[in-house]
């Protein structure tokens, strides 16, 4: 797959005609008139008259929803004000956080009672603690309710939702990804150099030869390739080569098997045998920065990091390409699923008006809309939307994507990378520290301290539930 952002972007409307289908009930059955006396003919209907006169107005509704408070948040704020267009007597009052405030704070907020009713979390990193405890609203039943026809988004996206207590649907799926699974690269670049460009079937011994010959011609302070040392980046790579970091029933850690350790090995080699990949001190800033600025030849991360803000933080000095990352000679796509999402709080007291703004969040309408105008995080989780030729001539990353992804059966992409007990946190933090000591030279990176790290990241997998 090879994309490039030198297509000239489809003029596009500001707002898509988006639909929210707001549920309505059955009325009950209306109690029986009084017989009126016949000589009184007249005296029902002024009553009626006067009752419709002095009944009360229809309270005004208001929906508190906790949005992202940054760029990615423009679609929710978006489509914030069209559906209060489209719901006249409701309002849709922003309650713009950011990032770190929605991963630690809603907590609190959930514990004092004072929780909006919509909130953007992630399926991830945010969602599982929470979904466990019975805190989300369930709305799988709303759905059913109104006829959702549930096969329209991303399968896998749907069930890395499904975190309640007892699996229940807990969000509504907005943008997603399956992991930091795809390499991109400056085209004029690599181009100019003349090694070729990587590309999805290529071996992991080409791919590193490959980063080797292209670390000759990088400047100095400059580096072939680059990734993050994340649990999360390097859960789907492990996938790849056949390990994992995680089990798929997110009970068992895996860091200690041999292809786990392979797939760890391949950074650990890019770092201190070829010199390719910059090391802890090397980095400035943050990867995107350094490539933006052509200081990285390639990168891996998910299409959404990669692709939002591009444009700008180039300033079109250089094409993108990309494609999956390489899987050949006998390894498989490693996968991830990664979905920003809405949560309704079960103790709202306005939770149809609630799933109604959601389901407009997460239609085929706003997945396009947040596609086809800046900063372009993705097109939702409907499939349809993701192979729509007007957002891949836009957004060719995404197209090359959903190329990718039709091609892979559902069962076959990766579970969520979360332990079951849902100590997220203290897992990957524990991981980040000790896997970047034997990455960057700390401690060794020998039998021992591998055997330690897997027995210390089981050990936080076998605890209770917080």
Known sequence: MRTTSRRAFLQHAAALGATTLVATWAAGCAPKATPVPA????EQPVAQKEE?????PKAAVEIRFMDRGDAIGEASRHFSRVFEEQNPGITVKNESTSWADLTTKVQTFVAAGTMADVAFQHGTFMIPELGAKGVWMDIEPLGDRDGIDWGIYWPWALDSLRLGPKGELI?????VHVGETVLGWNTELLEEMGFGTPSE??????FVELAAKIQTK????GFAVHWGAACSTNEPISRSFGGYIISSDRKTCGFSLPETQDAHRLQ???INTHKAMPGRDQILKDQKSMFFSGMLAMIVNSPNNMWTGFEEGTGG???LSSCQFPHGGGHKFGSTPNCNAYVIYGKSKVADEAWSLVRLLTSKDAALWMSLNPPHIGPGAIIEAWNDPKVAEVNPIYGGCAKAWNAIPAEEFGKLPVPANTRRAEFYDLYANDYAAMLYGDKPWDQANVDKLQADLQAIMDKPMP
Do not use: C, H, N, V
Request: no cysteine; glycine share 4%; charged share 25%.
């Open 39 to 42: 000589e009184k003919p007249a």
């Open 52 to 56: 419709a006169a002095t009944a009360a």
């Open 171 to 175: 969000a509504g799926p907005e943008s």
């Open 201 to 206: 079937d290529m071996a992991i011994p080409d």
């Open 218 to 221: 990088m400047p100095e302070t």
């Open 268 to 270: 650990y080699e890019l």
């Open 317 to 319: 000095k250089f094409t």
